[in-house]
């Protein structure tokens, strides 16, 4: 199937031949349903906090963290094309939908309206606003990612973009005890000189006004977690000069980027899931509550894999107790066989178990936008435990999985925080803790044929489908993500 000039090429992406195989397999049996057992509620499998438990996990997270390296990880990567489809909509018919009507009614009320403001024709014209708005020689919004739009004005004048707003909240919750920042963000190769002098430009004014250091870095998609396209035929599909045509993986394939960084704790948060500052407390009290959460979770974690390395067998007691830790602290049930096994054989499993990356993710209850679910899932060994996962990822074929998709009460706006170091301090390698039979096949198109994409599922899906999960309901006021141009229209972003 792939010839020496194909195999060079992926060679030089870093993808290996069997790799490239498997994803060939993919396409012509699909990936393997996930096997939901049923909908994570507030009551069966996510934590609800009471204001007591909220502030002493909050008072927790300010004591560890004195202690602990803390990141801010931010997908950052993609264009803010979308954001913008009725305007582009607009350009090229030329009819004006209500959305569109909204926009130009209101528009000096957008942040980015005191830069748009000079550039704009005298005519009022409402195509060349359109045009000044989207295109080159403008603000060229609708080739930029969404981290370098302006989207929230204050009082006194001052505009902030969407990076800026990360670093002002970083500091809120993401400071070190040393007085340092450290933020990371996954960007396109062709915008991240533009992050770079955004972030020159900016950082200085908020490390005066925080009292803070910013340590920010930046990385890209890598090329080996691309994944070749195919035809209807399921063969590779081609360009123009026979070389393979690859797709890219997905939020998934970002888990090689996480792994890379170095730190006890790592925040995960979308980049258009910010607000101004006047409405930041939410968030930030939040934050340090599902930080403590898992800090306190993780000290226990920690007391038991002591105890299951250094004694030789746990009496039934031990076991049991640990166990019951499992079951009500970390929503994870053993094997139904896990009775019948030898006790070196229960030791063995429990420490595996309990050896593994932890999360905790912020669910909010559904109110119709789109995103991940919380549910009990069927694992391959047979414990069930809880997961994130999407519907491309559940046959929804089946009437039985339909129902408990239909009885999903809350979804998953990524607020993650993740603990990923071992008991010894050293970090996990998170590659080891994602299900690779998890993904799902797209269908695109390029010039006019049809193309079959291969994608993983979010960061926080297949690929963190192995780690120790604890959900935490958290208000629907943390989650305000700019889907289209005239959600910064909304009460949460003025």
Same mark, same amino acid.
């Given at each position: 199937?792939?010839?020496?000039?194909?195999?060079?090429?992926?060679?030089?992406?870093? =993808?290996?031949?069997?790799?490239?195989?498997?994803?060939?397999?993919?396409?012509?049996?699909?990936?393997?349903?996930?096997?939901?057992?049923?909908?994570?509620?507030?009551?069966?499998?996510?934590?609800?906090?009471?204001?007591?438990?909220?502030?002493?996990?909050?008072?927790?997270?300010?004591?560890?963290?004195?202690?602990?390296?803390?990141?801010?990880?931010?997908?950052?990567? /993609?264009?803010?094309?979308?954001?913008?489809?009725?305007?582009?909509?607009?350009?090229?018919?030329?009819?004006?939908?209500?959305?569109?009507?909204?926009?130009?009614?209101?528009?000096? @009320?957008?942040?980015?309206?005191? $830069?748009?403001?000079?550039?704009?024709?005298?005519?009022?014209?409402?195509?060349?606003?359109?045009?000044?708005?989207?295109?080159?020689?403008?603000?060229?919004?609708?080739?930029?990612?969404?981290?370098?739009?302006?989207?929230?004005?204050?009082?006194?004048?001052? $505009?902030?973009?969407?990076?800026?707003?990360?670093?002002?909240?970083?500091?809120?919750?993401?400071?070190?005890?040393?007085?340092?920042?450290?933020?990371?963000?996954?960007?396109?190769?062709?915008?991240?000189?533009?992050?770079?002098?955004?972030?020159?430009?900016?950082?200085?004014?908020?490390?005066?006004?925080?009292?803070?250091?910013?340590?920010?870095?930046?990385?890209?998609?890598?090329?080996?977690?691309?994944?070749?396209?195919?035809?209807?035929?399921?063969?590779?599909?081609?360009?123009?000069?026979?070389?393979?045509?690859?797709?890219?993986?997905?939020? /998934?394939?970002?888990?090689?980027?996480?792994?890379?960084?170095?730190?006890?704790? =790592?925040?995960?948060?979308?980049?258009?899931?910010?607000?101004?500052?006047?409405?930041?407390?939410?968030?930030?009290?939040?934050?340090?509550?599902?930080?403590?959460?898992?800090?306190?979770?993780?000290?226990?974690?920690?007391?038991?894999?002591?105890?299951?390395?250094?004694?030789?067998?746990?009496?039934?007691?031990?076991?049991?107790?640990?166990?019951?830790?499992?079951?009500?602290?970390?929503?994870?049930?053993?094997?139904?066989?896990?009775?019948?096994?030898?006790?070196?054989?229960?030791?063995?499993?429990?420490?595996?178990?309990?050896?593994?990356?932890?999360?905790?993710?912020?669910?909010?209850?559904?109110?119709?936008?789109?995103?991940?679910?919380?549910?009990?899932?069927?694992?391959?060994?047979?414990?069930?435990?809880?997961?994130?996962?999407?519907?491309?990822? =559940?046959?929804?074929?089946?009437?039985?999985?339909?129902?408990?998709?239909?009885?999903?009460?809350?979804?998953?706006?990524?607020?993650? $925080?993740?603990?990923?170091?071992?008991?010894?301090?050293?970090?996990?390698?998170?590659? @080891?803790?994602?299900?690779?039979?998890?993904?799902?096949?797209?269908?695109?198109?390029?010039?006019?044929?049809?193309?079959?994409?291969?994608?993983?599922?979010?960061?926080?899906?297949?690929?963190?489908?192995?780690?120790?999960?604890?959900?935490?309901?958290?208000?629907?006021?943390?989650?305000?993500?700019?889907?289209?141009?005239?959600?910064?229209?909304?009460?949460?972003?003025?």
């Amino acid at each position: 199937m792939f010839s020496s000039k194909d195999l060079i090429q992926l060679s030089a992406r870093g =993808i290996t031949r069997e790799a490239a195989e498997q994803q060939m397999v993919y396409f012509r049996t699909g990936f393997p349903p996930l096997k939901i057992d049923r909908a994570a509620t507030v009551e069966d499998g996510i934590r609800r906090l009471s204001a007591g438990e909220v502030q002493a996990f909050g008072a927790v997270f300010d004591e560890k963290r004195k202690s602990r390296k803390l990141l801010k990880f931010v997908p950052a990567s /993609g264009a803010a094309t979308r954001m913008f489809k009725d305007l582009y909509e607009f350009l090229s018919s030329g009819r004006e939908s209500a959305p569109v009507r909204e926009v130009f009614d209101r528009l000096s @009320e957008f942040a980015f309206y005191s $830069v748009l403001k000079p550039l704009l024709s005298r005519d009022g014209d409402r195509m060349r606003t359109a045009e000044t708005i989207l295109l080159a020689g403008g603000l060229n919004y609708g080739s930029l990612p969404k981290g370098m739009l302006l989207f929230h004005a204050y009082p006194d004048g001052e $505009v902030r973009t969407v990076i800026e707003e990360h670093l002002a909240e970083g500091a809120e919750y993401a400071c070190c005890g040393d007085g340092e920042v450290h933020l990371h963000f996954t960007v396109s190769s062709e915008h991240q000189a533009g992050f770079e002098a955004l972030v020159r430009e900016k950082v200085g004014k908020y490390a005066e006004r925080y009292g803070v250091n910013y340590h920010v870095g930046f990385s890209q998609q890598k090329p080996s977690t691309d994944t070749i396209a195919a035809g209807k035929d399921n063969h590779p599909m081609r360009n123009g000069d026979g070389s393979l045509l690859f797709r890219p993986g997905g939020h /998934g394939a970002l888990l090689e980027n996480l792994n890379e960084q170095y730190a006890d704790l =790592i925040f995960i948060k979308n980049i258009d899931n910010v607000v101004p500052d006047h409405l930041k407390s939410v968030t930030v009290t939040y934050k340090k509550a599902l930080a403590g959460l898992l800090l306190h979770l993780q000290d226990t974690v920690f007391d038991y894999v002591r105890k299951l390395r250094s004694t030789p067998t746990l009496d039934g007691a031990t076991t049991a107790e640990i166990r019951s830790f499992l079951s009500k602290e970390l929503a994870f049930h053993v094997p139904a066989d896990f009775e019948a096994r030898s006790p070196e054989a229960q030791q063995a499993y429990l420490l595996q178990v309990l050896n593994r990356p932890i999360r905790v993710c912020g669910m909010v209850k559904n109110e119709g936008e789109p995103g991940g679910g919380p549910f009990w899932v069927n694992n391959a060994d047979g414990s069930v435990s809880l997961q994130i996962a999407e519907s491309s990822q =559940i046959d929804m074929n089946d009437a039985g999985q339909r129902a408990i998709v239909a009885k999903s009460t809350h979804f998953n706006p990524v607020d993650l $925080v993740c603990a990923v170091k071992d008991a010894d301090g050293n970090p996990f390698n998170l590659l @080891e803790y994602r299900d690779p039979d998890t993904g799902f096949i797209s269908v695109k198109s390029k010039d006019g044929a049809e193309v079959k994409a291969q994608e993983l599922p979010g960061l926080w899906n297949g690929t963190m489908a192995r780690w120790n999960t604890v959900f935490a309901e958290v208000p629907v006021e943390t989650f305000n993500p700019v889907k289209t141009l005239n959600d910064l229209l909304r009460p949460q972003h003025r």
